[in-house]
C-alpha cells in the first residue's frame, strides 16, 4: 500500500477514451474505399439520408477538406482550397459502405457578401434540419486560435439542432505543446456550457496525423455496424 501506480502521461490529442480495439475498428474503417458521393448546391439538391452521416463543419480555411483527406488516407479525394470561402456547396463521400463523410461549406471568411451568408444559413440549415441520418456534427476549430465569435454563431445553431457536436482543433502541428493545451482547456470550459456540445475534445493534424488514430476510432463508433454493411 501508499504505492502509487505510474499513469502513463496522456496524449494530448486523445479523448481518454480510445482502446486497442476502438483505434483498430477506427483504422479499419478508414482504410475502406472512399469515394465522392454528391454535391448539394442549394437547400433542393440535398441528397435523400441513406448511411450514418458525421459532418465536417469549421471556418473557411480552418482544415476541412484537409483532415478528411488525411482521415481517409488520401491527398486529393476532397479539393482543398487555395481561396478561402469558395467552395459554396455541401460535399457527401462515401466510406465503406458504412459512413457518410459530409464536407459543410466553410464560414466566417472576410467580407463574405449578405447574400453568400444568407446561402450558407439557407443551405447548412436546411441540412441540419431533421437530418435523420447525421450521428454527430465534427466542429473544427484552429488549434492556433481557439473558438472565435462565427465559431459560436455556429455553435448556438447546433445546440438547436439537436445532434450533438464535438469541437476538434485543427493544425496540432503548428501550436507548441503548453499553447495548445491551453487552447484546449479553454475550448472545453466553453463547450461545457453548450446542452448539444460533447464533452471530449481533441487536437489534431492533417499534417503530421497527430490525433487522427483516435479521431478514426471515435467516429467508427457511429458508423454503420460492419454486419450491417450493404452489399
Ligand atoms: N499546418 C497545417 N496546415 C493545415 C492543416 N490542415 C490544413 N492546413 C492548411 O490550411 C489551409 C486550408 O485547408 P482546407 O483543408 O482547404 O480548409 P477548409 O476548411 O476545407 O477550407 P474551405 O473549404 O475554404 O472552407 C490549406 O492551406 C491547408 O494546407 C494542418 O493540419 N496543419
Ligand atoms: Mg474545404
Redesign the pocket.
Known amino acids: 500500500m501508499g504505492h502509487q501506480p505510474a499513469h502513463e502521461p496522456k496524449a494530448l490529442s486523445a479523448s481518454g477514451t480510445a482502446t486497442p480495439a476502438s483505434l483498430e475498428a477506427g483504422r479499419l474503417l478508414f482504410a475502406a474505399e472512399s469515394k465522392f458521393s454528391t454535391a448539394a448546391g442549394g437547400p433542393d439538391s440535398i441528397p435523400r439520408p441513406t448511411l450514418p452521416e458525421i459532418a465536417f463543419a469549421?471556418?473557411?480555411?480552418?482544415?476541412?477538406?484537409?483532415?478528411i483527406?488525411?482521415l481517409v488516407g488520401r491527398t486529393s479525394l476532397?479539393r482543398?482550397?487555395?481561396?478561402?470561402?469558395?467552395?459554396q456547396q455541401i460535399n457527401f463521400f462515401e466510406l465503406g459502405g458504412r459512413m457518410m463523410l459530409v464536407?459543410l461549406?466553410?464560414y466566417g471568411?472576410a467580407k463574405a457578401p449578405k447574400q453568400v451568408v444568407a446561402a450558407w444559413n439557407a443551405l447548412v440549415e436546411t441540412y441540419l434540419r431533421g437530418r435523420t441520418t447525421l450521428q454527430r456534427t465534427i466542429l473544427?476549430i484552429d488549434g492556433r486560435h481557439g473558438i472565435k465569435d462565427s465559431d459560436r454563431i455556429t455553435m448556438s445553431m447546433l445546440d438547436m439542432s439537436a445532434v450533438q457536436y464535438q469541437l476538434v482543433l485543427?493544425?496540432?502541428?503548428?501550436v507548441g505543446v503548453k499553447a495548445l493545451a491551453d487552447v484546449l482547456a479553454a475550448a472545453g470550459n466553453e463547450a461545457a456550457r453548450h446542452p448539444a456540445a460533447h464533452p471530449d475534445i481533441m487536437a489534431?493534424?492533417?499534417?503530421?496525423g497527430d490525433g487522427l488514430p483516435e479521431l478514426r476510432a471515435t467516429l467508427a463508433a457511429l458508423a454503420q455496424p460492419l454486419s450491417e454493411k450493404r452489399p
Not at 58 to 67: A, I, Y
Not at 204 to 208: E, F, G, L, Q, T
Open positions: 469549421g471556418r473557411s480555411n480552418v482544415g476541412k477538406s484537409s483532415l483527406n488525411a476532397v482543398v482550397s487555395r481561396t478561402p470561402g469558395r467552395t464536407d461549406p466553410g471568411f473544427l485543427t493544425k496540432a502541428d503548428k489534431v493534424s492533417a499534417w503530421n
